[in-house]
């Protein structure tokens, strides 16, 4: 068979055999794959293992590896080591569910479906994020194996646990680990489209800083008419720092916060500004219409070249229904910043616990926890496997594939250029509106077929590359 | 016998049945009578139905009356009408019990315990706030009953369901049976002595006025990966707008707060500098040092004459163990503030919602929640039967009793003024370290057997007063 036609072998393998592609996608999305919350440490290793078992049906020697968390997966293909070795990567673990109330089914019971404006979408948690993305790339390496009998190139699968959880465990795992896990470059499969019919490859990350702050006041919960007025209460100490976390332009307020960061080059500035993402497009399908960030700044750039700030969580006092005239003894909150290139993690988060502790009052105490910390990632605009990958993209979805940065952040891509000094390409089929993190979260139908065989065609384009 | 001969029966009549008296508060502290949550309303019935019985026991004629909520308990002894028939009001509901982590042991199985200073000390939630409150005028009429054979003036019995939550319904109630409720004044046991060897009569109570509020942003949750910088984030407008309630004087920013609000005459205000209550004293056994009030104000002004602001509950985004990079959809926060003589809580509410509303963002919503609502009530330091109680007070403590003002507030008494007619008479035996609506709850076994004792010695002294 020639190059041409074993793609289209593969491409007709896929399509006959979307349908079980389906199921052994929701065979994967039934396994409550919670990293967050260690009730579901033994979801977390079942996915693993059925993962690993899944993949062995395909040809590649599957391994679940334990970490000092939960279980990774190491699958490599039996490559003679003459042609490229590319190392995949995606996670089997979940965001939490709650609220729970908010979802119309029950989130690991999976589902087709309509969407509201009748594209058919996958409902379940990690339907998009990531076990529909990195199961693109399973299906496309089984259906090159199927139609084929073997991949184009040499493959490795490593999968994660812990992505949702900051990858603590699985980067000390990549260092110990590098010498097998050496590859040609990295692909990476979870970042979304520009829109449902435009594919993308996205070049920039942002860099994450999470931090937990909990603010003690009382040694214990008191009664709000006795001690009210000459108690400090932790929820006005720490409302008040948080309060003033942006000033009247939406600028972050701690000092040094912007240290560092460039503004765009000015031809990027001028292809951001064609682009016209409007609030209209981005903030009314999720009811909102201001744009919340910098008020000198592109939508675009408030999303994606800007760093940010969001309390991803705050809790203090009594929040059951009712009442209760309590000032509690203490209270807190999770913040995370979005970096840019140019910004220090270590710096940033020593910027803001710095400017936390400046305003606690002298009874009070502070004390923080750190979630996690990434610096924000620029990829080569220029390695050769993009403009291959972009190509493939092309021809799949028939309109050119874009180049965009992404608000979102993937450490682990740093840590792949750190310890195995591997560039990455980062190609997704996620969708603004798939809710991941969310209730509800979904992926489109379309996503999911389209993405495997979209892989199908980078494999065989990569193939080409000279190593 | 003579009433001198008479009191001294009951006084040693109730050190004799003591055990006695703790063993019947224990049971009605074993009922879960919490009335914020819709899944203790049976327990709530139990409790009234558990109380009406053990009155009846005593020749009162009880009955258990349905109102719009949890049911109230009337009971009246069978007076001649000669005498003066007071009116005792408590309240058998108690606080929520959470965090239940806190509490070192389970809340509703009471136990005599030793104080961390040698203290005896019932534990149970209820030990102080109403149960045990309204325990000791039930067992001292129980003592005057066996020792004499009948009470030495005319009590009605009003004991009612719903005092945490505001009395919603029982303000109706009180307007439903005025005329069956009339009496000459009304006693009424929720309040505190000045420290555990300084009896009290609370001659002033602070006002409440109670909100909720919730904001919405977007329509659902957001990965603050793709949407932060961009989309709106309800926890930054709600900590922004809480955040700025206080200047740095410690002073109430809310326009119109301080409205109508007078200061101390100038002979009070030296009285209660010769009191010198220090942060020492009121602060460091909870833990803190700095009184958090407006910085030219004494303490005890801070904490009684002056009105303030909490925020009591503060909830939005991911709460639970961990990170969650979201941006939630809304966030709410519980807010109260105590009121003094002066303030409209119908003003300071509006004032309230208004100071918020115009901080909401064009594209994000606010919705208000009314939890209570009262005014501060200022009583009549020369009606008669307060010079008899504080005698009586002074006489069983052996120190003088002090008329004090209250931070707290028990919005029923306006409602007695208002509906009935009635001054109230607000004499209890709480200590400031009760840990009332919080873990631990506590009341001193003292407070229990000497707040006995002290009402046997009051009704004694009321029933001498001309009518």
Redesign the interface.
């Known amino acids: 068979m020639s190059d041409a036609s074993k793609l289209n072998a593969v491409l007709d393998r896929i399509d006959a055999d979307f349908d079980n592609s389906l199921e052994r996608l929701f065979a994967l999305l039934r396994i409550k794959s919670i990293s967050?919350?260690?009730a579901f440490a033994g979801d977390c290793k079942a996915a693993a293992d059925h993962l690993a078992k899944d993949i062995s049906s395909i040809g590649f020697a599957a391994d679940v590896r334990p970490t000092r968390g939960h279980p990774a997966i190491v699958a490599k293909s039996n490559g003679g080591g003459a042609r490229p070795r590319v190392l995949f990567y995606g996670h089997y673990d979940v965001?939490?569910v709650?609220p729970l109330d908010?979802w119309h089914r029950p989130p690991f019971e999976p589902v087709v479906t309509d969407h509201a404006d009748g594209r058919k979408i996958i409902v379940a948690r990690g339907a998009e994020d990531d076990k529909g993305q990195l199961m693109t790339f399973v299906e496309a390496c089984r259906a090159w194996k199927h139609a084929t009998g073997a991949l184009p190139l040499d493959v490795t699968l490593l999968i994660e646990g812990e992505e949702?959880?900051?990858s603590k465990n699985f980067v000390p795992f990549l260092e110990e680990n590098k010498h097998e896990l050496a590859a040609d470059y990295a692909l990476v499969c979870d970042t979304?489209m520009w829109d449902p019919n435009t594919p993308a490859i996205t070049t920039a990350l942002?860099g994450?800083v999470?931090e937990?702050i909990k603010i003690k006041?009382?040694?214990?919960?008191?009664?709000?008419?006795?001690?009210?007025?000459?108690?400090?209460?932790p929820?006005?100490v720490?409302?008040?720092?948080?309060?003033?976390?942006?000033d009247d332009n939406n600028r972050i307020t701690i000092p040094g916060f912007y240290d560092g960061v460039k503004d765009l080059p000015p031809d990027i500035l001028a292809q951001w500004k064609k682009l016209n993402l409007s609030a209209e497009t981005?903030?009314k399908p999720?009811?909102?219409?201001?744009?919340?960030?910098e008020k000198d700044r592109l939508?675009i750039e408030?999303?994606s070249s800007?760093?940010?700030c969001?309390?991803?969580?705050?809790?203090?006092?009594?929040?059951?229904?009712?009442?209760?005239?309590?000032?509690?003894a203490q209270?807190s909150?999770?913040v995370?910043f979005?970096l840019v290139e140019g910004q220090d993690p270590a710096k940033i988060r020593k910027a803001f616990r710095d400017y936390v502790s400046a305003q606690i009052?002298?009874?009070c105490k502070v004390e923080f926890g750190d979630?996690?910390s990434a610096p924000a990632i620029a990829l080569d605009w220029n390695m050769k496997p993009l403009a291959a990958a972009k190509q493939a993209l092309t021809d799949e979805w028939g309109r050119e594939a874009l180049l965009i940065g992404?608000?979102?952040?993937i450490p682990i891509v740093a840590d792949f250029k750190k310890t195995l000094g591997l560039d990455s390409l980062l190609v997704g089929f996620g969708l603004?509106d798939d809710?991941?993190?969310?209730?509800?979260e979904k992926y489109d139908l379309k996503s999911y077929h389209k993405g495997i065989r979209s892989w199908a065609r980078i494999l065989a384009a990569l193939a080409e590359l000279p190593r």
Chains 1, 2 share one sequence.
């Open positions: 967050a919350d260690p965001q939490p709650d908010l949702e959880i900051g979304g942002r994450l999470y937990e006041a009382a040694s214990r919960d008191l009664h709000s008419g006795v001690f009210g007025g000459g108690a400090q209460n929820i006005r720490l409302t008040r720092i948080l309060g003033g976390l942006f981005f903030l999720i009811g909102l219409s201001i744009p919340a960030g939508l408030q999303i800007r760093p940010t969001d309390v991803n969580g705050i809790v203090g006092g009594y929040i059951g229904e009712g009442s209760k005239t309590v000032i509690p209270a909150a999770k995370s979005r009052p002298g009874d979630h996690s992404s608000g979102a952040s603004d809710n991941i993190h969310s209730p509800n």
